[in-house]
């Protein structure tokens, strides 16, 4: 098995999200053309493993693509205003009868069961129904949109009842009024109400691009729900799928789902990079930064020997035990990503001269590239001011020129606090840097 120490290291950091997503609820939306090239059969295997993994699961699929097939078959007349569909009868028939087909194949993927494959022991059980109430669109821009509706209301205490038994429950964009009637709802729509009903931990959306792109089609990574209505405001020209999905995103944040996912439908696999890597695949929405930079407690010991051990046996830091850094946790900041630990640093004072040193200032290489080191040094900076420190000072073996590029200097061991020199480890030859302050 040539790649067994990578499978190895991602497995074991998958733990902490296998743990995490047990019983949470998420609500995972695509759209037709999943189905129509063919790409089901590998979303299909990811699901069932969330699935084995307690991950409480609601589905919501579109149907654009099989009804344009079928309004096409039937010479019928597909018109859009402001690129909403007007569901007159025809279109209607179209939409039923493209939900139906595309429901059972969903179901028939899921319930696949062969030996040899990640299907293997699956034992899905899909549930549909009634669960969405809608009401009339109405008329827009002086056009009736006719059988084109809105969700009015989720049932969502008969879909944790679904969820509560492990049972996968199975959206489609139709809607159902108290008269009878059926309407046409969007994909988007339906996953936005139904992940704020309930809750959900997660909104995934699986889209034609990797992500949301920047302005030179780089994936971003990580936005807020102010940072999003202005990339929207910026790019409100845009016809893709981010000027349906970002908008029900920001929604459903403001409602109270936790975590909005975009990733590309076309990435095999591409589901469980964004879930369980650190770093992800895809862009992640948030109603606030995830970034948390605070004062360290004895919990966190563990975590920080953790993040600091690779560069202890590497050299880069001198080598702490659990009972020395326990005594010195009053004296470390770590950064805090979703509940991972990712950076730290510490502030030794010597108040007599007044100078203080920085040490085992560390980010987490899926971190690194994103000025968090700098986070960390700004604060170390900000906590010797309120001491009233003038200069702050670092040893180093490794990245000399980090410090200089902020403004650190070279200095001698004779620079150092006497204190400090008397404890220099000359056999490290750890080079001196000094900051005024």
């Not at 569901?87 to 039923?96: G, H, P, R, S």
């Not at 589901?271 to 004895?298: D, K, S, V």
């Not at 204190?419 to 480890?425: D, F, G, I, S, V």
Request: overall charge negative; hydrophobic content about 45%.
């Amino acid at each position: 098995m040539p790649n067994f120490p990578e499978f190895v290291h991602w497995f074991r950091a998958a733990a902490p999200f296998i743990n995490a997503f047990r019983d949470k609820t998420f609500v995972v939306a695509f759209g037709g053309e999943m189905l129509v090239d063919g790409q089901f059969t590998g979303l299909a295997h990811d699901l069932n493993l969330l699935n084995s993994l307690d991950v409480r699961l609601v589905l919501v699929h579109g149907v654009r693509p099989q009804v344009e097939e079928h309004l096409l078959e039937r010479k019928a007349e597909i018109r859009y205003v402001e690129g909403v569909r007007v569901t007159d009868d025809n279109a209607l028939a179209c939409v039923k009868e493209a939900v139906g087909e595309v429901r059972v194949e969903i179901e028939a993927q899921l319930s696949m069961g062969m030996l040899n494959t990640p299907m293997a022991n699956a034992d899905i059980r899909v549930v549909s129904g009634n669960y969405v109430t809608a009401q009339p669109m109405g008329v827009r821009n002086g056009v009736d949109l006719l059988h084109t509706g809105n969700v009015r209301k989720i049932n969502q205490v008969a879909i944790q009842q679904r969820l509560d038994d492990q049972d996968v429950v199975l959206l489609s964009p139709l809607g159902y009024s108290p008269t009878g009637e059926i309407f046409n709802l969007s994909l988007e729509e339906v996953a936005r109400a139904t992940a704020s009903a309930l809750k959900a931990d997660k909104l995934i959306f699986l889209m034609d691009q990797e992500g949301i792109l920047d302005a030179d089609d780089q994936v971003i990574q990580q936005m807020t729900v102010p940072e999003a209505r202005q990339y929207l405001v910026a790019h409100a020209s845009k016809e893709d799928d981010t000027a349906y999905y970002l908008p029900a995103a920001i929604a459903a944040c403001q409602a109270g789902v936790l975590r909005c996912h975009f990733i590309s439908r076309h990435r095999d696999g591409g589901l469980l990079a964004e879930l369980f890597t650190h770093e992800g695949i895809g862009t992640m929405l948030t109603q606030a930064r995830l970034e948390t930079l605070r004062p360290a407690t004895l919990d966190d010991v563990g975590r920080i020997l953790q993040l600091i051990r690779p560069l202890e046996e590497g050299g880069a830091l001198v080598r702490r035990s659990r009972e020395r850094l326990e005594m010195d946790i009053q004296r470390f900041q770590v950064l805090e990503y979703d509940g991972h630990v990712i950076g730290c640093a510490a502030l030794y004072p010597f108040a007599n001269e007044q100078a203080g040193e920085m040490a085992c200032l560390v980010v987490h290489p899926d971190y690194r590239g994103h000025d968090l080191g700098d986070r960390l040094l700004q604060a170390i900076e900000q906590n010797a001011r309120a001491l009233h420190l003038k200069k702050l000072w670092a040893l180093t073996t490794h990245t000399e020129h980090w410090f200089i590029e902020r403004g650190f200097r070279p200095a001698s061991v004779a620079d150092l606090p006497h204190e400090k020199q008397a404890t220099y480890n000359n056999e490290r030859r750890s080079k001196v840097f000094v900051k005024q302050l």
